[in-house]
């Protein structure tokens, strides 16, 4: 390995803004600038104008026409590279990966990962009526694609097209997979959050600095109220932040020439991802997921076996991180976050793992070791791993670019065919249950096996008291009992347990 062929992370920067009055807000193309500007003020000055490579992370509070270009432009700066990335919470890990590699290719020499989002001012002054003096709304903008863009259509109807009505399936099914019964998940949940919240509380630049405890996180009540099952409001990702992270990543011999200690160069060691498929009711199971599994296994690799000293697990629900834990072999006593999660120190939509970036390259700086980066995006559909050091890499970056994908698709087994249209006698393959506002029952949705093999979604009405007891009881899981199908008025079916 030549010094010049060596990526080091040596900046970061990061800004929380927190405006009295919602006029006064930063738009998200000034959060990403003053992001930038920190980051090249902690990598000692003067490299920001060296940029040679910018990569934006996807943008949902506010829409611009060509953002990487108005960015360079605001701060002056001319990278040969400019771009605007996808949507997916993975996608600064990715990001940040790839620039990493083009470092090592010898294809770049600076290169700058940076997001931004401003979604409680944008609230605030719709909720208000205040106009925001901010870069005009671009209506040429492309829209970014949603779930109900692309999943099947039976499950946009029933609701279950958000990641919110989405991640519960796998909460569930995991819970019976690991013999669990609800009310032991669901304090496994609460006790894993609280971790997060401690992290957070300690964090500048968290949003919500409170230490909940577990009770306090899974106890439905005024302020935290039930959104779909089993998930309360401070178990879900909060967007609703105004935060803005930037990462600046070079070669060792550019940050040697540059002055920078050797300690505060972050060494990028290698990374891995591994997609399921987008739809997720053509997976096979829900109970685990093949691609997080495969990436987790090729982090663990390319760290040579040794136990990571810092982690952050991604966090937009509780399923996730637990999965992860366990595929890492890790016990229930770790600190899963150098950052705080999505739920306390912000969910800034896809750009929180940048914010993770920056808290993992802090933490290596004071504490030497190695560090795990895990993102995932849309239904844990995309999933990104990055390992971190504070210590020269064994070997070349390139030579750690495994295709896991291959590896994730030969674990995947047999897809059940889905039924649109189902009759007769059904197996719970997992559940959720939509709340309203007020904390009432909208309606249950339920993942089934039919008779013949089929898969199939169905609907459990507000008014079917009975099944949907059955499916809350936290002494009993309801994964695998049985129940009967019959069309609804509207065309819907509806199901209704035996027992």
Not at 385 to 408: C, E, I, N, T, Y
């Amino acid at each position: 390995m030549t010094e010049d062929r060596i990526p080091v992370i040596v900046g970061i920067g990061e800004i929380t803004d927190r405006p009295g009055d919602p006029r006064d807000g930063l738009e998200p193309l000034a959060l990403m600038a003053s992001a930038l500007e920190r980051a090249d003020t902690d990598g000692g000055g003067g490299l920001l104008r060296a940029v040679d490579s910018l990569d934006v992370v996807n943008l949902v509070s506010w829409r611009y026409a060509d953002p990487a270009r108005q960015l360079c432009e605001r701060l002056g700066i001319a990278p040969q590279c400019a771009i605007y990335g996808p949507v997916g919470g993975e996608s600064p890990v990715r990001l940040l990966h790839e620039a990493a590699l083009r470092i090592a290719r010898g294809e770049s020499k600076l290169a700058a990962i940076c997001g931004a989002e401003a979604q409680s001012t944008v609230l605030k002054a719709r909720k208000t009526g205040c106009e925001l003096r901010w870069t005009p709304l671009s209506l040429e903008a492309p829209r970014s694609l949603r779930g109900p863009d692309y999943l099947h259509p039976q499950a946009v109807k029933l609701g279950v097209a958000q990641p919110i009505t989405v991640y519960p399936f796998y909460d569930s099914a995991c819970a019976a997979k690991w013999g669990q019964t609800p009310r032991a998940a669901l304090a496994e949940s609460g006790n894993l959050w609280a971790a997060y919240a401690r992290v957070a509380a300690s964090n500048p630049a968290a949003w919500l600095k409170h230490r909940f405890s577990p009770d306090e996180i899974i106890t439905p009540s005024a302020e935290n109220r039930l959104i779909a099952w089993p998930y309360t409001k401070l178990m879900v990702a909060n967007p609703t932040v105004n935060q803005g992270a930037a990462i600046l990543i070079t070669s060792l011999a550019h940050a040697r020439e540059a002055g920078i200690a050797a300690h505060r160069q972050i060494h990028v060691w290698g990374g891995a991802a591994a997609n399921e498929p987008r739809d997720y009711l053509q997976r096979d199971h829900y109970w685990c997921s093949h691609a997080q599994d495969a990436v987790l296994d090729a982090a663990v690799a390319i760290a040579g076996g040794q136990a990571f000293d810092a982690l952050e697990l991604y966090s937009c629900f509780p399923c996730v991180p637990k999965m992860a834990r366990r595929t890492l072999g890790l016990d229930a006593s770790i600190e899963p976050t150098v950052t705080g999660g999505l739920t306390f120190f912000g969910a800034p939509l896809n750009n929180y793992m940048t914010h993770a970036a920056c808290g993992m390259v802090r933490h290596l700086r004071h504490s030497a070791g190695i560090g795990l980066l895990y993102g995932q995006g849309e239904f844990v559909t995309k999933h990104h791993a990055l390992v971190l050091s504070s210590r020269m890499p064994g070997r070349d970056l390139q030579s750690w670019v495994p295709s896991v994908q291959a590896q994730a698709d030969a674990r995947r087994g047999a897809v059940p065919p889905f039924a649109l249209e189902a009759r007769g006698t059904a197996s719970l393959e997992t559940f959720t249950v939509i709340y309203d506002r007020d904390g009432h029952v909208s309606h249950g949705v339920v993942v089934l096996r039919t008779a013949d093999g089929f898969r199939t979604l169905a609907r459990v009405p507000a008014g079917d008291e009975r099944t949907l007891s059955r499916l809350t009881d936290l002494d009993r899981g309801p994964v695998g009992i049985d129940g009967t199908l019959q069309s609804g008025a509207d065309g819907i079916s509806d199901w209704k347990a035996l027992a």
